[in-house]
């Protein structure tokens, strides 16, 4: 059973930046690849990233393309996610999931964006852009 815990979440200013951290147990990391994902009140859960594993595969939702940028330290059994540049819409639960990276095919948006495909789940870190 792999758990994932999410951390570093706060409040920042508009043009801030904040690193998220994704720490996993209970199983081989290497095998899983990563993403994160955003749910803000009223409205529905985003892709906001994935990293795989196998082949070190991104992927950016449309909102946060050269804002963000999601990276791995195996070693750690950690992901993160740095935010930079941030915006009151930003502002939502942040969670990271995992899926295993072969459930990742094809390597597209609509694939690695999708919720439904990560079977595991953190249990969110609230980030909050406002001034």
């Known amino acids: 059973q792999l758990q994932l815990v999410e951390s570093g979440g706060g409040l920042v200013q508009p043009g801030g930046s904040l690193r998220l951290s994704c720490a996993a147990s209970g199983d081989t990391f290497d095998y899983y690849a990563i993403g994160w994902f955003r749910q803000a009140p009223g409205k529905e859960r985003e892709g906001v990233s994935c990293?795989?594993?196998?082949?070190?595969?991104?992927y950016y939702g449309d909102s946060v393309k050269g804002r963000f940028t999601t990276s791995r330290d195996n070693a750690k059994n950690t992901v993160y996610l740095q935010m930079d540049s941030l915006k009151p819409e930003d502002t939502a639960v942040y969670y990271c999931a995992a899926t295993l990276d072969e459930n990742l095919r094809p390597r597209t948006p609509s694939t690695m964006g999708a919720p439904f495909l990560y079977h595991y789940w953190g249990q969110g870190t609230q980030v909050t852009v406002s001034s």
């Open positions: 990293i795989t594993s196998s082949d070190g595969i991104t």
